[in-house]
């Protein structure tokens, strides 16, 4: 017996575990994301909490881990929707999006650092959230 939902499903029951699949992702993204920073802060890798980070170095080692949360939120997101995973990836990705412009625009009045930074947060937010969703593609069309 397949552990996906019949589309009998009632829609509340899936519109519910849909939203729990897309915040999964997002805790996911958020904790991973924050709690680095946090260890790399106490091991006074990054300046202290509040201080411009200019070191471009520093900038893409945070980009990177970023962009790899990012793309396992959609990976989690996808993995646990009732149905359309790629469909649960995407509306991630564009949360993800929608709050890095936020950020960025923020990051204009505010000096934390180079700009191109959170630009690229804005660039890779909906491609990291496709290839989370391609890789659970991929994963499951292997089983």
């Given at each position: 017996m397949s552990n996906q939902p019949s589309d009998l499903t009632p829609a509340p029951r899936r519109l519910g575990r849909s939203v729990a699949a897309v915040f999964l992702g997002f805790v996911a993204v958020v904790l991973l994301s924050l709690g680095t920073d946090e260890v790399l802060h106490l091991l006074k890798v990054y300046p202290p909490w509040g201080e411009p980070m200019r070191e471009p170095g520093l900038?893409?080692?945070a980009l990177t881990y970023r962009c790899v949360y990012g793309v396992l939120g959609s990976y989690l997101a996808a993995r646990f929707a009732p149905r359309a995973p790629m469909?649960?990836?995407m509306i991630l990705g564009i949360i993800g999006l929608v709050l890095s412009i936020l950020g960025a625009i923020g990051a204009t009045m505010a000096?934390?650092?180079?700009?191109?930074?959170?630009?690229?947060l804005v660039v890779t937010a909906l491609p990291n959230a496709w290839l989370g969703g391609v890789l659970h593609r991929k994963s499951h069309a292997e089983c």
């Open positions: 900038n893409f080692q469909r649960h990836a000096d934390l650092g180079p700009l191109w930074y959170p630009v690229a």
